[in-house]
């Protein structure tokens, strides 16, 4: 198994770009979540999903979209990027909510 | 604002000796887990304790849970150059759907 499998590792965009940054899990897992993370804040969770077809906003959701078409992928989308956005992000999987989080390897993005 | 903070925020220790962290949190949770993450790295679970329980062990990792103080703490034995990590606990509220919160982290490093 691979696991949670984060997509581009390394991305530089300019303000006002969109992209998207990809996670994929192939343990069948139906909770998935993104944080980012800032030097000496933690993580912070932007949008989590209970199931396919179901998502919810979490601490941090504005300027991020995020989609749950299929079990095993939990795309989160930039929309308009701005240098706030500049962060380490991580997708994380688990069986189900309250259980422990399989993470990704992070996608390390720079808004410039 | 952050759920769980760790104390302290850096620690320092040599190969052989045990490294203490604490965490507090503010509110009452479903439960409380700790995490490790070594540089440039995803998180890797270590240990999830429930509000029921009082400790728990993994190998070299012992937990406790004192839901009275709303604290935590965890202990690695015998710390190896190997622990060098940031280490972080999470908490569970019960109304949350399992969404985890994460404090900003205690820095370990394990000189040899």
């Known amino acids: 198994n691979a696991g949670v499998t984060q997509t581009p590792k390394f991305q530089v965009l300019k303000t006002g770009q969109s992209m998207t940054l990809q996670c994929a899990q192939d343990m069948n897992h139906e909770y998935m979540s993104w944080y980012r993370q800032d030097p000496g804040m933690g993580l912070r969770l932007i949008h989590y999903s209970v199931g396919a077809g179901i998502t919810d906003q979490g601490e941090v959701p504005n300027g991020y979209n995020v989609s749950r078409s299929t079990t095993e992928d939990f795309p989160l989308r930039l929309l308009s990027a701005a240098p706030s956005q500049t962060s380490v992000y991580f997708c994380?999987?688990?069986?189900?909510?309250?259980?422990?989080?399989?993470f990704g390897s992070g996608t390390q993005l720079s808004v410039l | 604002s952050q759920q769980g903070e760790e104390d302290p925020q850096a620690l320092s220790i040599q190969e052989g000796e045990n490294a203490t962290m604490n965490c507090s949190y503010k509110t009452s949770i479903n439960n409380l887990q700790w995490y490790r993450q070594n540089s440039g790295r995803g998180l890797v679970h270590l240990i999830l304790?429930?509000?029921?329980?009082r400790e728990k062990h993994s190998g070299r990792l012992r937990v406790t849970l004192d839901t009275s103080k709303k604290s935590s703490s965890l202990l690695i034995t015998a710390s190896r150059a190997a622990d060098t990590a940031s280490y972080f606990c999470a908490t569970a509220t019960p109304d949350s759907w399992g969404k985890l919160q994460f404090g900003a982290g205690t820095q370990v490093v394990v000189t040899p």
């Open positions: 304790i429930r509000s029921n329980e």
């Open positions: 994380a999987s688990s069986t189900g909510s309250y259980e422990k989080l399989f």
